[in-house]
C-alpha cells in the first residue's frame, strides 16, 4: 500500500506562534485529506485539497502532487488548536498518516 | 444534514461476547469505509463498501469480524466471539463517490473485558 508520513510527530507550541506541519506519500493519489483530531476523539474534516492551495481562517494547506508532498499551516496558534492533525491520501481507499500530536500552550 | 451517526458511542462487553457497531451514512452517499484506532497501529482500513457491495475486506482482522451494509442508509461491523485485543475506537466514515471528500462520524470506543 501507499506509505504515507507526517513529521513532525510531536510539536509543542506557545500560544501565538505558527507552525507548518508536513505529509509525504509514496506514489501517485486522487485526493488528500487534513483531518484534526480534537482531545475528544473526534476527527474534523480541514481541508479536502487534491492539488494546490486552499485557505480557511488561520489554516492553509498546500499540495504539490507531481512532488508527493503536501503541507499545513496553522497561523497564530490558540490552544483549542491542540490535538493531533492526521493527513489521509486516498487511492481507491483512504491511508492515514501516523499523525501530528500539537500542543498549544497559553 | 445529521453527518455521520454511529451507535453505540460506548460499548463495555465480555471476552467471548457478541458486539455489534451500527452506522448511519450521510444521505446520498455511495461510499462506507469501516475504520478501527488504536495506540498502537493508528488508523485502518476495515472495509469499504460502494454502492452497498462491499469492495475490499482485506483490513478485516480475522474471521471474528464481518461487516454488512443491507441498504444505503445503514451498515454494521459486528465482532464474534469478542476478545480483549479487540478494544478500540471504531469509526465510520462516508463520501458522495469514490476518491471524493471523506466525513467521520463520531465513532465507538469499544471496550472488551
Known amino acids: 500500500g501507499i506509505q504515507v508520513e507526517q513529521s513532525p510527530p510531536d510539536l509543542i507550541l506557545q500560544e501565538g506562534a505558527n507552525s507548518t506541519l508536513r505529509c509525504n506519500f509514496s506514489?501517485?493519489?486522487?485526493?488528500l485529506q487534513w483531518f484534526h483530531q480534537n482531545p475528544w476523539g473526534q476527527l474534523i474534516n480541514l481541508f479536502y485539497?487534491?492539488?494546490g492551495t486552499k485557505q480557511n481562517g488561520r489554516l492553509s494547506a498546500t499540495t504539490v502532487a507531481t512532488e508527493r508532498y503536501s503541507l499545513l499551516y496553522i497561523s497564530s496558534s490558540q490552544t483549542t488548536d491542540s490535538g493531533v492533525y492526521f493527513c489521509?491520501?486516498?487511492?481507491?481507499?483512504?491511508?492515514f498518516g501516523s499523525g501530528t500530536k500539537l500542543n498549544v500552550k497559553p | 444534514d445529521a453527518g455521520v451517526i454511529q451507535s453505540p458511542r460506548h460499548e463495555v462487553t465480555e471476552m467471548g461476547q457478541e458486539v455489534t457497531l451500527r452506522c448511519k451514512p450521510i444521505?446520498?452517499?455511495?461510499?462506507l469505509f469501516w475504520y478501527r484506532q488504536t495506540m498502537m497501529r493508528g488508523l485502518e482500513l476495515l472495509i469499504y463498501f460502494n454502492n452497498n457491495v462491499p469492495i475490499d475486506d482485506s483490513g478485516m482482522p480475522e474471521d471474528r469480524f464481518s461487516a454488512k451494509m443491507p441498504n444505503a442508509s445503514f451498515s454494521t461491523l459486528k465482532i464474534q466471539p469478542s476478545e480483549p485485543r479487540d478494544s478500540a475506537v471504531y469509526f465510520c466514515?462516508?463520501?458522495?463517490?469514490?476518491?471524493?471528500?471523506?466525513?467521520f462520524g463520531q465513532g465507538t470506543r469499544l471496550t472488551v473485558v
Open positions: 466514515a462516508s463520501t458522495e463517490t469514490m476518491n471524493t471528500e471523506a466525513f
Open positions: 506514489d501517485s493519489v486522487n485526493n
Open positions: 444521505s446520498g452517499h455511495n461510499s
Open positions: 485539497i487534491p492539488s
Open positions: 489521509a491520501v486516498d487511492f481507491n481507499k483512504f491511508y
